[in-house]
């Protein structure tokens, strides 16, 4: 059986309205589908409802504003739209517990909604990331108390989202799709979906087991990679080089049809994907005898990297002759990475944690991040402004490579600082003549390998 209407444009229904949800619901209402929001969060889909959206994301609020008064996209926190949609996408978030295995609460409860509901000819698209065998092995059968038969009566793949935030929107209309159905009908219907929707390629796989490895080998490569960087940078910082100027040379070799890639160190990994993914991947195997050691390894890695920072940070001030408790430094950018304001798992609170503990002084300023939930992580309150953050400071910590945080006017800020004072980079990757340009001013510069 075929799971997608011939003769009009797909009707869609999102399952799970958060960041990637609606990320992608606003994507395919602006290609011309007509979508429904579906989350049990009141709040968020009120906020949605008056036009308004918390999810920091460049371009969405612009594009629900267009959005807006349109009958393409609609919110609700009940699933009567269900009946009336083609494909339902579920986006539903997937956390680890305490043991570092994936918790499904969130996946069994739409999937105990869903089941009642669906009819023949349904499309089921699951976006989440899940342990492999999840979709086959818990999805399916839990939809199938409905009394429909997964494959005769409806279809169902896994595709995951690999979009990275900061980028979503232009990344949900370029990067090819990876779809594996439960069935060859599912499959081939899910990459006519995504091309007729998003135009984008689509790449069949002959399971979903593979599509959710898929999904696990990119952020296990990420974390993998980010972890020699960090490594790569502390050694840099025992031979007094620039690990800039290594990723780049190293990264001039051809290798395996591209290059040596190289990512970049910083304060820490953090966010909502790269923190429990690898573990995901590590608890799935380890469940089948398998130990996956390069995930413990890379984990613990990445995991120290904040306490290095507020180590360096506090050793450079003690180099300076200022005692930690007693300086202040001023941490500019709080989210878990350039360019967004996402606070989820960011690697700056135990920076800031740690730095308090010293008995820093700590002032916070991030233009992007929501002030409520800053002041409620860190229980720092936020300074109002850049100024207000920097005045009296003995270390600048650039911990997120915010946009104005790449065009700050040092000369200005050097009239606000104490003297000596010190530019910590944790993430900007300030070029050459900009730190030329910060010692010329008499500030002091140390970052991350550098
Ligand atoms: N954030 C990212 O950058 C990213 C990237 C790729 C993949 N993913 C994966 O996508 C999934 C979603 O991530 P996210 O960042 O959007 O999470 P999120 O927490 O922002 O969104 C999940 C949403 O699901 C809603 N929800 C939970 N249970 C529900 C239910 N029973 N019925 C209706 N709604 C329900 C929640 O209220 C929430 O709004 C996760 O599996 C994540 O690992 C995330």
Request: glycine share 10%; net charge negative.
């Amino acid at each position: 059986m075929r799971f997608l209407p011939d003769s009009r444009e797909p009707r869609v229904a999102i399952v799970g309205f958060g960041y990637v949800g609606c990320c992608l619901g606003v994507t395919l209402a602006e290609q011309g589908l007509h979508v429904t929001g579906i989350d049990r969060d009141a709040r968020l889909i009120a906020q949605l409802e008056e036009g308004r959206c918390h999810i920091s994301e460049p371009g969405l609020a612009e594009a629900l504003t267009r959005l807006r008064g349109t009958s393409r996209l609609a919110f609700s926190t009940g699933y009567d739209a269900i009946e009336g949609a083609d494909v339902i996408v579920i986006a539903v978030g997937t956390p680890i517990g305490e043991d570092r295995s994936l918790v499904t609460r969130q996946l069994e409860e739409v999937c105990a909604e869903l089941a009642p509901r669906l009819r023949r000819g349904h499309l089921v698209v699951l976006k989440s990331t899940v342990a492999p065998g999840t979709t086959r092995g818990l999805v399916r059968p839990r939809l199938e108390t409905g009394g429909l038969v997964q494959g005769d009566d409806f279809g169902l793949v896994f595709c995951p989202e690999r979009l990275s935030e900061g980028n979503a929107l232009s990344e949900l209309r370029a990067l090819p799709i990876i779809v594996g159905g439960c069935d060859p009908e599912s499959t081939h219907s899910a990459t006519e979906f995504w091309k007729r929707a998003l135009d984008v390629p689509a790449w069949e796989y002959t399971s979903p087991e593979v599509a959710e490895i898929v999904k696990l080998a990119d952020n296990w490569w990420i974390d993998h990679n980010i972890a020699l960087a960090n490594d790569l940078a502390r050694l840099c910082d025992a031979f007094h080089v620039d690990v800039l100027e290594v990723i780049g040379g190293a990264n001039s070799l051809p290798k395996g049809g591209g290059h040596v890639n190289i990512l970049l160190p910083s304060v820490g990994v953090g966010g909502y994907c790269l923190t429990k993914d690898p573990w995901i991947t590590w608890n799935a195997a380890r469940e089948h005898g398998v130990r996956l050691r390069t995930v413990e390894t890379v984990r613990a890695v990445n995991d120290a990297m904040p306490g290095y920072t507020h180590e360096t940070i506090c050793a450079e001030l003690a180099r300076a002759g200022r005692h930690p408790d007693g300086a202040k430094v001023a941490v500019l950018g709080a989210a878990f990475k350039n360019n967004t304001g996402d606070l989820r798992s960011t690697p700056v609170k135990p920076v800031v944690d740690g730095l308090l503990a010293a008995g820093v002084t700590v002032s916070l300023h991030d233009p992007l991040a929501d002030a409520e939930e800053l002041r409620a992580l860190t229980g720092v309150e936020p300074s109002a402004s850049l100024e207000e953050a920097v005045a009296g400071a003995h270390c600048l910590a650039v911990l997120a490579g915010h946009e104005p945080f790449q065009q700050l006017d040092f000369a200005a800020l050097r009239e606000r600082v104490s003297t000596p004072c010190l530019i910590f980079d944790g993430r900007a990757y300030y070029p050459q003549e900009t730190i030329e340009h910060v010692r010329r001013l008499g500030f002091t510069y140390r970052g991350i390998g550098r």
